[in-house]
């Protein structure tokens, strides 16, 4: 079925071209990495970095979003600013050999006017900045009705280190439906691997992972990253007790790691809104676990003082 039927659900065109327009602004990652010329300024705080490949990225997926689907909203991490081309040069993502992305029933009936976008062009930009390249993603994040519905994650230095093998990959999901792009594996038996932030860790960060007793902490960038590890068998759970991530940070992650049979939610276990009005940050944490794991018991391990320190 081509991309431009329109007898193929809404969903699945949007995941279709969003995979198309995450690879694109990977290839504008790796261009201005390789040119070197970052061009960074300081956002919030010494830790809150902005490049230029995070500006020119969200100008590549929002302008070629908004193109083919004008009636979404659409919200970037970089701002209303990095949202629109001088140029008038908008990448096309009807160009590309769409991908066949099987949409649940619950959700072939969506109307654009529905769908809100939640648009991270590039996490982990501090690791992007200290050439901790594989740490770093694009994440498009689907939502309706306040739920992440599905989701992007484009890695674009995947296989970096691997001369001769296929650089950067794409992963999608659709809740109740598929993951696709990668081999899913469950992680391993009679251990408890955590993963967490290396860039933004605090007291009740480290107090939360010594609660749940890991065997083994993995102190790594972006939460693309983080969920990518849990996808791939290679951690059990995601803990974040701190207010730093953004609805941009978790609803493709979340989309396609529940897709996949896991759970992503606030430290407290309460589910993270997604609808357009929604504050941005996620204040009360991330805590997400891998298929087969019981989220509720990490929830119920996690301190009452560190869930009375994240306040809504
Ligand atoms: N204090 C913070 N300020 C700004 N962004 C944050 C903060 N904490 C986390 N983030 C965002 O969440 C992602 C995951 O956090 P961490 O790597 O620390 O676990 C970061 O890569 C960053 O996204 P981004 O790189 O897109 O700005
Ligand atoms: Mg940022
Ligand atoms: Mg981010
Ligand atoms: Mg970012």
Same mark, same amino acid.
């Given at each position: 079925?081509?991309?431009?039927?329109?007898?193929?659900?809404?969903?699945?065109?949007?995941?279709?071209?969003?995979?198309? %327009?995450?690879?694109?602004?990977?290839?504008?990652? *790796?261009?201005?990495? =390789?040119?070197?010329? @970052?061009?960074?300024?300081?956002?919030?705080?010494? *830790?809150? /970095?902005?490049? +230029?490949?995070?500006?020119?990225?969200?100008?590549?997926?929002?302008?070629?979003?908004?193109?083919?689907?004008? !009636?979404?909203?659409?919200?970037? +991490? +970089?701002?209303? #600013?990095?949202?629109?081309?001088?140029?008038?040069? #908008?990448?096309?993502?009807?160009?590309?050999?769409?991908?066949? #992305?099987?949409?649940?029933?619950?959700?072939?009936?969506?109307?654009?006017?529905?769908?809100?976008?939640?648009? &991270? $062009?590039?996490?982990?930009?501090?690791?992007?900045?200290?050439? @901790?390249? &594989?740490?770093?993603?694009?994440?498009?994040?689907?939502?309706?009705?306040? !739920? %992440?519905?599905?989701?992007?994650?484009?890695?674009?230095?995947?296989?970096?280190?691997?001369?001769?093998?296929?650089?950067?990959?794409?992963?999608?999901?659709?809740?109740?439906?598929?993951?696709?792009?990668?081999?899913?594996?469950?992680?391993?038996?009679? =251990? /408890?691997?955590?993963?967490?932030?290396?860039?933004?860790?605090?007291?009740?960060?480290?107090?939360?992972?010594?609660?749940?007793? $890991?065997?083994?902490?993995?102190?790594?960038?972006?939460?693309?990253?983080?969920?990518?590890? /849990? /996808?791939?068998? *290679? %951690?059990?759970?995601?803990?974040? %007790?701190?207010?730093?991530?953004?609805?941009?940070?978790?609803?493709?992650?979340?989309?396609? @790691?529940?897709?996949?049979?896991?759970?992503?939610?606030?430290?407290?276990?309460?589910?993270?809104?997604?609808?357009?009005?929604?504050?941005?940050?996620?204040?009360?944490?991330?805590?997400?676990?891998?298929?087969?794991?019981?989220?509720?018991?990490? #929830? &119920?391990?996690?301190?009452?003082?560190?869930? &009375?320190?994240? =306040?809504?």
């Amino acid at each position: 079925m081509s991309l431009a039927s329109h007898t193929t659900p809404l969903l699945s065109r949007i995941i279709s071209s969003s995979v198309a %327009a995450a690879n694109q602004a990977g290839i504008i990652i *790796r261009d201005i990495m =390789k040119k070197g010329e @970052l061009g960074i300024v300081q956002k919030e705080s010494a *830790r809150d /970095l902005q490049t +230029e490949a995070d500006r020119a990225a969200q100008r590549c997926i929002i302008t070629s979003l908004n193109k083919h689907f004008p !009636k979404m909203t659409i919200i970037g +991490e +970089e701002g209303e #600013v990095e949202s629109s081309l001088a140029s008038g040069q #908008v990448f096309d993502t009807s160009t590309h050999t769409p991908i066949n #992305v099987t949409c649940p029933p619950t959700l072939t009936s969506l109307s654009e006017e529905e769908v809100v976008v939640w648009v &991270d $062009p590039l996490d982990g930009t501090a690791e992007y900045t200290q050439g @901790l390249l &594989d740490h770093v993603t694009v994440l498009i994040g689907i939502a309706s009705g306040g !739920k %992440a519905i599905g989701g992007v994650i484009h890695q674009p230095y995947y296989n970096y280190q691997n001369p001769g093998s296929a650089l950067g990959r794409t992963v999608w999901g659709v809740v109740g439906g598929e993951v696709g792009g990668m081999a899913m594996v469950k992680p391993p038996p009679g =251990k /408890l691997i955590v993963t967490t932030t290396r860039s933004h860790s605090s007291s009740t960060v480290n107090d939360a992972i010594t609660s749940v007793s $890991p065997t083994e902490v993995l102190r790594v960038g972006g939460a693309g990253h983080k969920v990518m590890l /849990l /996808l791939e068998g *290679r %951690a059990h759970v995601y803990i974040f %007790a701190s207010p730093g991530c953004k609805k941009w940070d978790t609803c493709a992650p979340q989309a396609i @790691l529940e897709a996949a049979g896991g759970v992503l939610t606030d430290i407290k276990g309460i589910p993270i809104p997604y609808h357009a009005t929604a504050p941005h940050r996620n204040s009360t944490g991330v805590l997400a676990t891998a298929k087969g794991q019981d989220h509720g018991t990490f #929830v &119920d391990k996690i301190p009452s003082h560190v869930k &009375d320190n994240l =306040k809504a």
